[in-house]
C-alpha cells in the first residue's frame, strides 16, 4: 500500500488529505501521478513539488516502494 | 513546559527575548545578531484579512527547517541560528516566524537571516489560507 497525503490548497480541492494506494511493482512516481491528475485535475493544476518519505523528489522515475508516502504539493506560503 | 529546541513548529505564541536569550547562551564570541519576525497583517492583495490560518507538512516541515538552520550555520559561517515558526490561526499583529542568526560580526548574521526567511518560503512546506469578508482563499506565493 502506498499512502498519498494532501495538505492546504491541494488537499481542499482533492476533498480530502489522505488516499491509499494498491502498491504495485514498478510503479514509478509519475504513473502515481499521472493516475490521480487523471482523478482530480484542478487540485493537479496547483502541484508544483512532490515528496516521498518527507524528501524532496524531482525525478519522476523515481520507483515506489511498498509502504511509501507520497506527497504532492503546491507552492508554500509559510514565513 | 516549553520545547526549547533552536528549531520548532508549535501552535503557541513565542518570546522574541527568550529566543535570543537561548541563542547567546550557545557562545561569547557572538557579536552580532540578526533577527527577522514576520507578523500577521489585516490587509492583502486589497482585502482585509480577519484570520490567518497555517497548515504544514509538519515532519517534512520540521526536517527542512533543521537542515535549513545547519545550511545556514555551514554557509555564513554563524556561531548559531533559531528557527520559529507557528502552526496555528493567527489575527493581525500575531507572532507568525522568528528567525535568529548570531555570528562573530553583523555582516554574516544580517546575510544569514535574510538568506534563512527567503530559503524557508521555498523550501518548508507550510500553507497560509487568509479568511476575509470576501471568503477564504489559500496564498498564492509571490516570487
Same mark, same amino acid.
Given at each position: 500500500m502506498i499512502q %498519498?497525503?494532501?495538505?492546504g490548497p491541494v488537499a481542499d480541492r482533492v476533498g480530502q488529505s489522505t488516499l491509499s494506494v494498491d502498491y504495485q511493482p514498478n510503479l514509478s512516481l509519475?504513473?502515481?501521478?499521472?493516475?490521480l491528475a487523471a482523478r482530480y485535475p484542478?487540485?493537479?493544476e496547483l502541484v508544483c513539488m512532490t515528496a516521498v518519505n518527507g524528501q524532496h523528489v524531482r525525478e519522476g522515475s523515481m520507483l515506489l516502494a511498498d509502504?511509501?508516502? %507520497?506527497?504532492?504539493m503546491a507552492k508554500f506560503s509559510g514565513g | 513546559m516549553t520545547d526549547f529546541a533552536a528549531v520548532r513548529l508549535q501552535t503557541e505564541d513565542f518570546s522574541q527575548d527568550a529566543?535570543?536569550?537561548a541563542l547567546k547562551a550557545s557562545s561569547k564570541r557572538m557579536g552580532g545578531i540578526a533577527t527577522f519576525l514576520g507578523c500577521a497583517r489585516d490587509f492583502s492583495e486589497g482585502r482585509e484579512v480577519s484570520t490567518i490560518g497555517f497548515e504544514a507538512y509538519g515532519a517534512m516541515a520540521l526536517s527542512e527547517m533543521q537542515q535549513l538552520r545547519l545550511d545556514a550555520i555551514a554557509k555564513?559561517?554563524?556561531?548559531?541560528?533559531?528557527?520559529?515558526?507557528?502552526?496555528?490561526?493567527?489575527?493581525a499583529g500575531d507572532n507568525i516566524v522568528f528567525i535568529a542568526a548570531g555570528a562573530e560580526h553583523r555582516v554574516a548574521a544580517l546575510a544569514a537571516c535574510h538568506w534563512m526567511i527567503d530559503e524557508l518560503k521555498?523550501?518548508?512546506p507550510i500553507w497560509k489560507k487568509e479568511s476575509?469578508?470576501?471568503g477564504d482563499a489559500w496564498v498564492v506565493p509571490h516570487p
Open positions: %498519498v497525503l494532501f495538505f509519475q504513473a502515481l501521478r499521472d493516475t484542478q487540485a493537479f509502504q511509501s508516502e %507520497v506527497t504532492f | 529566543e535570543i536569550i555564513f559561517e554563524l556561531l548559531d541560528a533559531r528557527i520559529v515558526h507557528r502552526i496555528a490561526t493567527v489575527t521555498l523550501r518548508v476575509t469578508p470576501q
